[in-house]
């Protein structure tokens, strides 16, 4: 055993009197918290209409909630579903329990800041552009709880800063991992800053900025998708295609889709102040 590695929590959930407390969720809720606060004084510095991203927020985090566990169910639909399956399938509704699927949320999540940009008559891209920093901090906050959760780790590794997972996890005595879930928190750390920083010396604008994002998430969860082995709901190891997991390919789709964007909004023009066209 190395001599030095990151314990994995012993447990992910408390109880208050006989209310759960759970760590996961805990973890989401100052995610989403810290994302609006961050959007909201972004919102504010570029002249936008105070309380507006607080709005938008919350058809946002509805829909992004659910589209998020859509996602994940689609992805990891023999843990509910089929002869190998370890839950029944109602319990696909129980979001608490762990298993959001990103990009489902961002999708649906989507919509409902496209239908409350519309209510209020507000730019989708420059509120797109805004929240995208947000996102990102939010992400790196959110991924916490997977370490609760002893989710989302990779393969065995001997390096100092590996990951304890128990065997009820799926990890093996005196066996350590790689922390995935601690590599994309970092990543989406970093992510955060350099979109502020491009934000500001590129100017980008009309979604432009969400579309760096995007490239630069994409980037950074294909390579750590890649070194991730842990199995889904405990039923088996993720489906692959082709060699590369699910999540791979929708990087890859993404990922080309972000660049397209950028190279056709190349030439767009800097926006005005931020108000409401009604």
């Given at each position: 055993?190395?001599?030095?590695?990151?314990?994995?929590?012993?447990?992910?959930?408390?109880y208050l009197g006989f209310v759960p407390i759970r760590a996961y969720a805990l973890c989401f809720i100052v995610a989403i918290g810290f994302g609006i606060w961050l959007s909201e004084r972004r919102w504010r510095a570029r002249g936008g209409e105070r309380g507006a991203i607080g709005d938008i927020a919350m058809p946002a985090v509805i829909f992004g909630l659910i589209g998020g566990r859509l996602y994940h169910v689609a992805v990891d639909w023999q843990t509910y579903f089929g002869p190998r399956a370890i839950k029944e399938p109602y319990q696909a509704l129980f979001v608490w329990e762990g298993g959001l699927g990103i990009w489902g949320a961002v999708a649906l999540g989507g919509v409902g800041v496209w239908l409350a940009c519309r209510r209020r008559g507000?730019?989708?891209?420059?509120?797109?552009?805004?929240?995208?920093p947000g996102i990102a901090f939010g992400q790196a906050i959110a991924r916490w709880g997977n370490w609760f959760n002893q989710e989302l780790y990779g393969s065995p590794t001997t390096l100092p800063w590996g990951l304890e997972i128990d065997q009820a996890?799926?990890?093996?005595?005196?066996?350590?991992?790689?922390?995935?879930?601690?590599y994309e928190s970092l990543w989406d750390v970093a992510l955060g800053f350099a979109l502020i920083l491009a934000?500001?010396?590129?100017?980008?604008?009309h979604g432009r900025?969400?579309?760096?994002?995007?490239?630069?998430?994409?980037?950074?969860r294909f390579w750590i998708e890649g070194l991730r082995i842990d199995?889904?709901?405990?039923?088996?190891h993720a489906v692959t295609l082709l060699g590369l997991r699910i999540n791979q390919w929708t990087s890859i789709v993404l990922f080309a889709g972000a660049l397209v964007f950028l190279w056709a909004n190349r030439h767009k023009e800097n926006e005005p102040a931020m108000e409401p066209s009604r």
């Open positions: 055993m190395p001599l030095a590695s990151i314990p994995s929590p012993s447990q992910g959930v408390w507000l730019p989708l891209g420059a509120v797109a552009d805004t929240i995208a996890h799926g990890g093996q005595p005196g066996m350590l991992y790689h922390p995935t879930f601690l934000g500001r010396r590129l100017k980008l604008t900025l969400f579309a760096l994002y995007v490239a630069g998430y994409t980037t950074g199995p889904v709901g405990g039923v088996d």
